[in-house]
């Protein structure tokens, strides 16, 4: 077992996701020699303290080594906590592994995070590549979807994952439920779908969705950045979102609450210059609040269907929705005049031209012209050296 690996298991506990200085710390110093320092088994030089500081400056942290100095305080409680070789022996038991920045299995697309990629990732699931940014897209909502939302997601989810797409969630009760059942029915990718959780994956949060979980860890992927028997406190679910958003190419909302967390998830994909979609819903709904938020701020596209997620979702001139397609109505492209004209036509009993000119108030020439073409269209017919109105144009 690498030193790296073993070195970074013990850091995902020792420090909190997103935790600026202790990412920096490993980014500048190495998982190994950061483990060292921040167990107190060695101390980092000035030189060491410099490149650090510049690093936290250059991500906008406004943190010196003084901020390290007190990080150092922070994970001192839980130095005694750390049994790396045990956490990585539970996910062996479990049937999963910890990856790592320098696997093969890692998801490049996490790269974009810059200083806020994540140490490791402890993975359940098939072991298996995850798809490139380009077919992955992240379906959220709220937890308390209505009919509507179940109704519009499992459609996206299912019609998804039957073009070949993976769709990313977060394990939750309600939108990403409903995204994850869905995409297992549907998905024809290696990875169907993909639950980030903001817990341990040695055990199933939230436990309603435990059999849906599990039927993900057989099919796709459950991942976290915490290791396992690491409670899903609110603040990681907040952390594990930017996950979520950095995984797929696409973050739509179908149903969010004003306040929704996946506005957050919204957020950090916009922040990653990533493609955001909403789904519009009720005026009357507040669960449908967040997304026309999102639509009104210009923050998000708005989407119906699975092929304008596509599209999104495609490189540019790619994948494009095929333009929406309609029965031409008779009437198009009629002039305003034969408009007026069809309007002053009986529908039962033929009129004259004169009475035509008075009714429409328009020219004898004008009435003469436009019955002509009207009757050509089929819109118009003569009768006994009348006119009405043809039956097929009511």
């Known amino acids: 077992m690498d030193n790296e690996r073993i070195a970074r298991a013990a850091l995902s506990r020792l420090m909190e996701p997103q935790d600026a200085a202790g990412l920096a710390l490993v980014q500048v110093a190495g998982a190994q020699d950061a483990l060292r320092i921040a167990t107190g088994q060695a101390a980092a030089g000035p030189a060491l303290e410099q490149e650090i500081t510049g ?22 409680p839980r130095i005694p906590d750390l049994a790396p070789e045990r956490d990585l022996a539970t996910m062996a038991r479990l049937g999963g592994r910890l990856i790592v920045p320098s696997d ?6 996490l790269r974009d995070l810059g200083l806020q990629e994540p140490l490791c990732l402890w993975w359940r699931g098939v072991e298996q590549q995850l798809p490139e940014l380009a077919r992955s897209v992240a379906l959220v909502g709220s937890r308390d979807s209505t009919s509507y939302g179940a109704s519009v997601t499992g459609d996206l989810a299912y019609t998804l994952g039957q073009r070949g797409y993976t769709v990313v969630s977060g394990g939750a009760y309600g939108i990403d439920a409903h995204a994850h059942r869905a995409a297992l029915a549907g998905g024809t990718a290696p990875v169907p779908t993909i639950a980030v959780m903001a817990g341990g994956v040695d055990r199933f949060y939230p436990s309603g969705n435990e059999d849906l979980l599990r039927a993900v860890c057989n099919q796709g992927a459950v991942l976290a950045e915490v290791p396992p028997g690491s409670a899903p406190t609110r603040y990681r679910f907040l952390q594990r979102n930017r996950l979520i958003a950095a995984l797929a190419a696409v973050t739509v909302v179908v149903e969010a609450r004003w306040r929704s967390g996946a506005l957050n998830t919204a957020h950090h994909a916009e922040t990653l210059g990533r493609a955001v979609a909403a789904v519009p819903g009720s005026v009357h709904s507040a669960n449908s609040a967040g997304c026309h938020r999102l639509l009104r701020d210009g923050g998000a596209v708005c989407v119906t269907d699975a092929a304008e997620i596509v599209e999104l979702a495609s490189p540019s001139g790619e994948g494009l929705a095929e333009p929406a397609t309609a029965r031409a109505a008779e009437h198009d492209g009629l002039t305003l005049e034969d408009l007026i004209l069809l309007d002053a036509l009986p529908l039962r009993s033929t009129t004259s031209v004169e009475k035509l000119c008075a009714v429409a108030g328009l020219s004898i020439d004008s009435v003469r012209a436009g019955l002509g073409r009207l009757g050509l269209l089929g819109l118009a017919v003569s ?10 144009s009511v």
């Not at 936290?56 to 100095?69: E, I, K, R, Y």
């Not at 093969?104 to 697309?109: A, F, G, T």
């Open 383 to 392: 009768e006994r050296g009348g006119w009405k109105r043809a039956k097929d």
């Open 55 to 76: 690093l936290l400056a250059d991500n906008g942290q406004g943190q010196s080594w003084s901020g390290v100095t007190a990080a150092l305080k922070r994970w001192a």
């Open 104 to 109: 093969d299995l890692w998801p490049e697309q």
